[in-house]
């Protein structure tokens, strides 16, 4: 009791301004309500716990088959713990494919589109949201049509326009088109956002003297901060993961991304299960360290854009 009386305390010290106003009485009102756990609770504590493992399962099976020889598996199936510890498929990946330079190129690639499209998504939504340009609606309403366009509708109409650029087989290509592509939902959501902005403070912006870009730059920036976080982190792993286009468009083996290598790995009538195991295993760590780094930013961000 002593315990959660004092987390009670530390939680209420952190979170309220007017410490020194609460009472031994109303202390030990908090320490009860925290203590006391209905059924309910308990219950939707059990089916998160396990659908988290459900979710962790195919993780668990690769980490599993990450670790085994070729032999192992297939004397054991893909469910049992391997009998040693073997590193055979990451060397082989790793020196088949040339992963250091497939890494580089995916982080390349990736980070430049995600700065771009939250830019031009910026900009965008500032003229949209804000700006109140003409025939914004329709505008944002075809935005949203080509966010829902399959990429494979879009693949002919890009080679055709990449080629006659001199951009095929260019990383550059793979930029572009997904600099576009991203910023069309990032218009899409920012805009929404944008248009919901207080008028107040753009007028009283605008009677101080300020112009469009002053009012951009240090009042509509600085408190979209949180939620261009959010989709900087989105985009970069959307890009990652990215594989029908930079597959059709990118054929030199220096150039390609991680996701087109794993696939290299698969051929007509055979598949490594073990090294195609090891090599997800690795693909996944970029990605999972990225995440980790920014992890606070994001849950900042979806916090701010939810109490907003």
């Given at each position: 009791m002593t315990s959660t009386l004092v987390s009670a305390e530390q939680d209420y010290e952190y979170n309220s301004p007017d410490q020194h106003k609460l009472t031994p009485k109303e202390l030990k009102e908090i320490a009860h309500v925290k203590k006391n756990r209905t059924a309910g609770d308990w219950v939707a504590l059990a089916l998160l716990i396990i659908g988290a493992l459900i979710m962790m399962f195919p993780f668990i099976v690769l980490l599993l088959n990450a670790f085994k020889t070729p032999a192992d598996y297939n004397a054991s199936g893909p469910l049992a713990w391997p009998k040693e510890l073997s590193f055979a498929g990451l060397s082989t990946f790793w020196q088949r494919v040339n992963f250091p330079e497939k890494v580089w190129n995916s982080i390349w690639t990736s980070g430049l589109v995600a700065v771009l499209a939250v830019v031009l998504s910026m900009f965008n939504a500032f003229a949209l949201g804000i700006g109140r340009v003409k025939g914004r609606k329709w505008i944002t309403l075809l935005i949203m049509l080509a966010n829902m366009l399959p990429q494979e509708a879009m693949l002919y109409p890009l080679y055709t326009m990449f080629k006659g650029m001199g951009l095929y087989n260019n990383p550059w290509a793979i930029v572009i088109i997904f600099t576009v592509i991203q910023s069309a939902f990032g218009t899409y959501l920012l805009s929404s956002?944008?248009?919901?902005?207080?008028?107040?403070?753009?007028?009283?912006?605008?009677?101080?003297?300020a112009s469009r870009w002053r009012i951009f730059k240090d009042v509509v920036f600085p408190i979209s901060k949180p939620t261009l976080s959010v989709l900087l982190v989105f985009f970069f792993i959307w890009t990652w993961n990215e594989y029908m286009i930079p597959l059709a468009f990118l054929v030199d083996n220096?150039?390609?991304t991680v996701p087109i290598a794993i696939s290299s790995l698969t051929g007509d009538r055979l598949m490594d299960?073990?090294?195609?195991?090891?090599a997800s295993l690795i693909s996944i760590v970029p990605t999972l360290i990225f995440f980790l780094i920014f992890q606070r930013t994001l849950s900042r961000g979806i916090t701010a854009g939810a109490v907003k």
């Open positions: 956002v944008f248009g919901t902005f207080p008028k107040s403070i753009l007028e009283a912006a605008t009677i101080d003297g220096s150039s390609q299960v073990t090294t195609t195991a090891s």
